[in-house]
């Protein structure tokens, strides 16, 4: 039978989200739920324009599956997410219409796919087109608010960034670029083109961002949004030491003083992803502040896909 498909628009975002969390939550009761700011996200792209598409076998069905094909030109590579309701059939006919689009844009990009740790389903079609698991990861979670312990010396002094000045923002990315120059998968992004999305993100989720220096240097960075509002949940985005700084403590000042920064605010969570295997101890120091794992996301690719 063939796949209905339709184009989806920030008009469609209720309908998103009803797919998508129904998909989540039936996967894992205990996931976090994506809210309005995340379907607007996926329908806009998070680097270059998205593809998406609603899918669907009846005509007379409500929208059953949902594609986005996020397209990043800089690094040549495209994030697929597919959400389908429970029960749906419209999962294989999704994913072979994404991997189409997907060629028509570029057959020469990597593709990398997320799916839940859980959705047993899923991989074993993936499994079945000779995708693999490249990379897991955590999403964690901590109840706020917590008493933040004083009393220690700062490793360092914390200010926050004013995101509307050129020169923060030169700083900000410098930081940036090398704290995470050795991690996987990254890819430098040139001045002006991470600038855009940074104001971008600042317009659209509120993000803010504080910068750690240890006598006058410029040495790390924490970033916050309110990508997860709708939970009652502030959303570490980002937080990075330079390589000459790591383990001086400056990780955990920047994370407590995100922490601090959403208990003022009131939120009564905070919430982030990790790279299960980053190799810079991110995970012992999350753990260590209070932070638990709710769910696991694992990345899938296959180099052949567009053959």
């Not at 996967?27 to 899918?55: S, W």
């Not at 994030?79 to 570029?106: H, K, M, N, V």
């Amino acid at each position: 039978m063939k796949l209905i498909a339709q184009v989806a628009t920030e008009e469609d975002v209720t309908t998103i989200l009803d797919i998508a969390n129904s998909n989540l939550l039936a996967l894992n009761p205990n996931d976090i739920p994506m809210g309005e700011i995340e379907g607007h996200e996926y329908v806009r792209g998070f680097h270059d324009p998205a593809i998406t598409r609603l899918t669907k076998l009846h005509s007379e069905d409500d929208w059953q599956s949902f594609i986005t094909l996020n397209p990043d030109s800089s690094r040549k590579r495209f994030y697929l997410d597919i959400y389908t309701r429970p029960g749906a059939e419209t999962l294989s006919a999704s994913l072979d219409l994404a991997l189409e689009l997907a060629r028509e844009y570029d057959p020469e990009y990597r593709l990398w796919l997320g799916t839940q740790s859980n959705d047993f389903d899923y991989k074993s079609l993936l499994e079945s087109r000779e995708f693999t698991i490249l990379r897991k990861y955590w999403t964690l979670e901590m109840k706020l608010p917590v008493d933040i312990v004083s009393g220690s010396e700062s490793p360092g002094v914390i200010r926050e960034l004013d995101l509307d000045k050129e020169d923060d923002l030169r700083t900000y990315h410098e930081v940036h670029q090398d704290s995470f120059s050795q991690h996987f998968g990254f890819m430098p992004r040139h001045f002006d083109e991470w600038s855009e999305l940074v104001v971008r993100d600042k317009d659209e989720i509120k993000m803010q961002a504080w910068l750690i220096s240890v006598n006058g240097y410029p040495a790390g960075f924490v970033d916050i949004n309110d990508e997860q509002l709708h939970n009652d949940s502030g959303y570490v985005s980002g937080l990075g030491v330079r390589h000459a700084f790591q383990g001086k403590g400056l990780g955990e000042a920047l994370l407590r003083h995100a922490i601090q920064v959403n208990s003022e605010l009131g939120r009564s969570k905070l919430c982030l992803s990790v790279d299960a295997g980053n190799e810079s101890g991110a995970l012992r120091l999350y753990e260590k502040v209070g932070m638990k794992p709710i769910s696991e996301w694992h990345q899938y690719e296959n180099l052949n896909w567009s053959k």
